[in-house]
T-cell receptor
Framework: QKEVEQNSGPLSVPEGAIASLNCTYS??????FFWYRQYSGKSPELIMF????GDKEDGRFTAQLNKASQYVSLLIRDSQPSDSATYLC????????????FGRGTSLIVHP | DVKVTQSSRYLVKRTGEKVFLECVQD?????MFWYRQDPGLGLRLIYF???????EKGDIPEGYSVSREKKERFSLILESASTNQTSMYLC??????????????FGPGTRLLVL
């Protein structure tokens, strides 16, 4: 059973701070990793994907991947109240089925 | 932009009714998925389809069936709705192959209440 683990939170950070969201996964053969944001009552939307070890930056968001430790994280710099949402980590299948495994999500609250 | 639409945002049905949820995507994606999402349980895969008339069971297919007669349309059917099927239902589409990632694109969701 492939597993993706996230701390459910809530993670509470002040406006302007860096929010760090973490995710571990069990399938060592996974090659693709995704972060989705889901506002309350809405559907998930893709923020970033990452394939290679290291960091990938997109605006205020940075995804970090460490395949040896089976760990992927999302950093949000200069956090804004509008970043308050649940963040879902998804890990692509290594078996060619293209079915990702989703974590249960981390709730982030950015307070003014 | 990829657009995935679902037939209803909110739906109220009675126990025992047959319920149809429809999903349409406009990007010629091969794969389509149905999930349900419940508090504390995350996204759970009900069924997916990788081609017209092809379907595969996900993690929780019991009480559901699906239909994919056209590439752009994937329907979820609750044969006899029960109260434990009250949930948020999310459809997703996905392209495969090529140079890009196998990102899933989600519809807006249908919040179903079974009384």
């Amino acid at each position: 059973q492939k597993e993706v683990e996230q701390n459910s939170g809530p993670l509470s950070v002040p406006e302007g701070a860096i929010a760090s969201l973490n995710c571990t996964y069990s399938d060592r053969g996974s090659q693709s990793f995704f972060w989705y944001r889901q506002y309350s009552g809405k559907s998930p939307e893709l923020i970033m994907f990452i394939y290679s070890n290291g960091d990938k930056e997109d605006g205020r968001f940075t995804a970090q991947l460490n395949k040896a430790s089976q760990y992927v994280s999302l950093l949000i710099r200069d956090s804004q109240p509008s970043d308050s949402a649940t963040y879902l980590c998804a890990v692509g299948s290594s078996g060619g089925s293209y079915i990702p495994t989703f974590g249960r999500g981390t709730s982030l609250i950015v307070h003014p | 932009d990829v657009k995935v639409t679902q037939s209803s945002r909110y739906l109220v049905k009675r126990t025992g009714e047959k319920v149809f949820l429809e999903c349409v995507q406009d990007m010629d994606h091969e794969n389509m998925f149905w999930y349900r999402q419940d508090p504390g349980l995350g996204l759970r895969l009900i069924y997916f389809s990788y081609d017209v008339k092809m379907k595969e069971k996900g993690d929780i297919p019991e009480g559901y069936s699906v239909s994919r007669e056209k590439k752009e349309r994937f329907s979820l059917i609750l044969e006899s709705a029960s109260t434990n099927q009250t949930s948020m239902y999310l459809c997703a589409s996905q392209t495969v192959g090529g140079a890009g990632p196998e990102t899933q694109y989600f519809g807006p969701g249908t919040r179903l209440l079974v009384l």
